[in-house]
């Protein structure tokens, strides 16, 4: 079973949907307990950062999610997801992440450049990962943000887009999946992405 995290700012229909076509059990739950137990966790999210942290604290689910980020199991965080696996945000002043991947969210610059960054956009791979198994380079995906992570650790980086500037849209650090973009909006390509993603939550 794989534990869709609802915390109540999360584009859950859409990702539990994606997990329906793939005839995948999926099951979206606020209960550690749940997610806790679960081979696998995907960790959607629309909204503000702040909020989201406070959300997960209200919950009580702050520290079991860091707890499957440290145990080995599969984990995919989506959008606001990707954003808060890191130590900070300097969304509506400087806010407190889950400090899982080491770095920060920052906004994307002004002047010409249309911010949020909404619709289809390429995705670089800049190294192997079982996330892209399959996916040619320079795919498009569906993206929605005004804010993207900076790792402090390069090695991270296994997805980039060019956008204003060229940024992380998609990370691995061991277990922990994430990308900046919606594989659950992005066609087939992203279904791919889900598949890739739910048999490494299958394998022994």
Not at 40 to 50: D, E, T, Y
Not at 107 to 133: I, T
Not at 172 to 183: D, E, I, L, W, Y
Request: proline letters at 6%.
């Amino acid at each position: 079973m794989i534990a869709i995290v609802d915390y109540g700012l999360g584009n859950l229909k859409s990702v539990k949907s994606a997990l329906d076509r793939l005839g995948v059990e999926g099951t979206v739950t606020s209960e550690s307990a749940a997610i806790l137990a679960a081979d696998g966790v995907i960790f959607p999210g629309v909204g503000a950062f702040q909020r989201a942290m406070e959300n997960l604290g209200g919950l009580g689910l702050v520290e079991p999610l860091r707890q499957v980020a440290g145990s080995g199991r599969p984990f995919l965080g989506i959008c606001l997801g990707l954003q808060l696996l890191f130590a900070e945000s300097s969304e509506h002043g400087r806010h407190e992440g889950l400090a899982i991947v080491p770095g920060k969210v920052v906004r994307f610059g002004v002047g010409d450049l249309k911010v949020p960054h909404m619709g289809w956009n390429q995705v670089r791979q800049e190294r192997p990962s079982p996330l892209f198994e399959g996916i040619p380079d320079q795919r498009f995906f569906y993206f929605a943000h005004s804010y993207y992570a900076q790792p402090d650790d390069a090695a991270v980086v296994i997805g980039s887009t060019e956008y204003g500037v060229r940024y992380a849209s998609a990370v691995q650090s061991g277990n922990v999946f994430a990308t900046q973009f919606h594989p659950e909006k992005s066609g087939p390509t992203g279904l791919r992405m889900l598949e890739n993603f739910c048999s490494l939550c299958t394998t022994p």
